[in-house]
């Protein structure tokens, strides 16, 4: 495998994290609200939802970075 194709696998990965971070956030409020849980599950979805969005950023700062070293 190229380092560009490792790359863009990697930026999939990143986006695949954060749309599923999304809907589960998503998902998880309007089920909470639905069936009336304690905000602690609220608190819970939502640290999950940001550990996804940090996994996400983290990774797509890295594929930038080794993009600049190329010069690309």
Known sequence: ????QGQQKQTRL???VMLVSVVV?????WLGGLLGLPVRYAFLI???ALGGFAFAMITLFRVWRDRQKDGE
């Open 25 to 29: 956030l998503m998902g998880g409020s």
């Open 1 to 4: 495998m190229s380092r560009e």
């Open 46 to 48: 939502d640290f999950m």
């Open 14 to 16: 990143a986006s695949i």
